[in-house]
């Protein structure tokens, strides 16, 4: 993983697909979501073509919005100028509004309306876009829910804003606020939960175009999405290098020195070495930039648990051709879902994540498959933290066997450690292609 100091909101200066960087947008969004949909270059890079005729508009030709249950108590009011992501990602103006609607369209069945495509064969490429909200039913605090998110409880750690927990500089100067938090979110306490294996179906039945995550606890590896069909945008704990040379350190021992309490320390210059989690200002993995080839084929959209304030993420759901069906999963709306009237052929669900994700594969008939999914993976051991991506992939293997769908899997090519900061055409690190290398022979099995 590459890393240097740049930031997202350069990008409507600059080419995307040369450079891009974690940033929040808190930092950098200064006007609502709402009113720069579709209105910039995104993360795509440029303005896209509008196409009103597809067979998929005919059957989506409108907004559906649905819910379950109340919105969430987090509505506490901000203003639009707020930089506050935790204040943020629960009341936009609009929500209000929105709510009425939701209310008022309670029957319109948005995710009926998806189901109904998806069995019709008409979504054979479909892109997940997920975030810390499908771990919480593991028992994984998310970032930004007011009460029990990571964000609303960070006192303990000292910082002076929740994101320097995230922050590269500030990492530099005292690694421990990020080490704490580290031991509560190293892989190998959690479980996968239903949502996860929602997502391996979707691979099993051979529908699963990409699942880009920014998530850092490894559970989509763990419940055996494939390490070719997983981009994880934010990093992971699966390798280590050290924050200032980036030379690689062994996960393991990176793991061991900071649950004891340890700075894990560079060999090469003695720096603090960090896992491979993207801070803010440091440069996503290659294989993010899957997305520039991912998003304009996938045919339906699936965006779940995330509250989309990180960029340059957070812009790619609105990088799916005009046409293509966008459903929203979360408690509440997000990112372009907050825009009254929604967009032609957007569609959310708001509640509870699992409860929805559940309801959603009952629709298309795959609960069974699931929950037997769930029990045969249960009884296989699962290492307890997928400490290097041959584990990760060895775990895949175990689980994936003859249930995989045929063929057809894209794989990436890898280069040479020196042309991977300048490369951002979509190829992978090589630790990513140790790990798919690992996924792909267990597939010929
Ligand atoms: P976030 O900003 O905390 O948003 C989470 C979203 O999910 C919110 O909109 C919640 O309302 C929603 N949500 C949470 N639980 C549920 C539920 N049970 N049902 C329905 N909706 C729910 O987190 P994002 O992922 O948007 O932010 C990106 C950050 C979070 C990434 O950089 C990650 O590294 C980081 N993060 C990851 C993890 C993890 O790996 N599990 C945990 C905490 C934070």
């Known amino acids: 993983m590459n890393r240097s100091k740049s930031s997202w909101d350069k990008k409507v200066h600059q080419s995307p697909v040369t450079r891009m960087t974690r940033s929040s947008s808190s930092q950098t969004r200064h006007t609502d979501p709402a009113e720069t949909q579709d209105a910039g270059p995104g993360p795509y890079g ?9 067979a998929l508009a005919q ?9 379950r249950d109340s919105l969430p108590t987090s509505k ?24 009425a609607l939701a209310a008022k369209s309670s029957s319109r069945g948005g995710l009926a309306s998806v189901a109904r495509l998806v069995k019709l064969g008409r979504c054979k ?7 810390a909200g499908i771990s919480t039913a593991s028992g994984i605090p998310d970032f930004r829910t007011p009460g029990t998110g ?5 006192e303990k750690y000292n910082i002076p804003y929740p994101e320097a927990i995230f922050n590269i500089d500030y990492f530099s100067n005292d690694p421990q606020p990020f080490f704490s938090l580290a031991k509560a979110l190293y892989p190998g306490s959690h479980r996968p939960n239903y949502i996860h294996y929602f997502v391996r179906m979707l691979h099993l039945k051979g529908l699963l175009l990409r699942m880009y995550t920014q998530n850092i606890d490894g559970l989509e590896k763990l419940c055996g999405v494939p390490d070719d069909k997983l981009v994880e945008a934010h990093g992971s704990f699966a390798t280590a290098a050290c924050h200032l040379c980036y030379t690689a350190h062994p996960a393991e021992e990176a793991k061991h020195a900071i649950m004891n309490g340890n700075v894990p320390i560079c060999t090469f210059c003695a720096a603090t070495v960090k896992p491979d989690v993207v801070f803010f200002g440091e440069d996503l993995p290659q294989n993010y930039f899957l997305h520039t080839k991912d998003f304009p084929k996938a045919d339906l959209l699936i965006i779940m648990g995330t509250s989309l304030q990180i960029e340059p993420f957070a812009s790619l ?3 799916v ?3 293509v069906p966008r459903l929203l999963l979360n408690r509440h709306a997000v990112g372009p879902f907050e825009k009254v009237p929604l967009r032609r052929g957007d569609h959310m669900e708001l509640g509870d994540l699992e409860d929805t994700v559940r309801r959603f594969a009952e629709m298309l008939g795959w609960n069974d498959e699931i929950e037997e999914l769930m029990r045969s993976q ?11 991506p041959s584990v990760s992939g060895q775990t895949s293997c175990q689980s994936r066997g003859a249930l995989e769908p045929p063929g057809g899997m894209e794989t990436f090519k890898s280069r040479p450690e020196g042309q991977r900061a300048s490369n951002s055409g979509g190829e992978e690190t090589d630790s990513e292609t140790d790990s798919k290398s690992s996924a792909s022979s267990c597939q010929s099995n």
């Open 46 to 54: 440029k303005l896209r073509r509008k196409q009103t005729d597809s």
């Open 59 to 67: 059957d989506l030709s409108q907004m559906s919005v649905s819910r």
């Open 76 to 99: 506490g009011k901000m203003s639009k100028s707020s930089s506050d992501p935790v204040q943020s990602s629960g009341s936009r103006s609009g929500r209000g509004t929105l709510s």
């Open 125 to 131: 490429n479909v892109v997940v876009v997920a975030g």
């Open 150 to 154: 990571l964000y609303a409880n960070l």
């Open 317 to 319: 759901v609105n990088t």
């Open 321 to 323: 051709r005009s046409t």
């Open 378 to 388: 249960e009884t296989l051991s699962i290492p307890p933290f997928i400490s290097s």
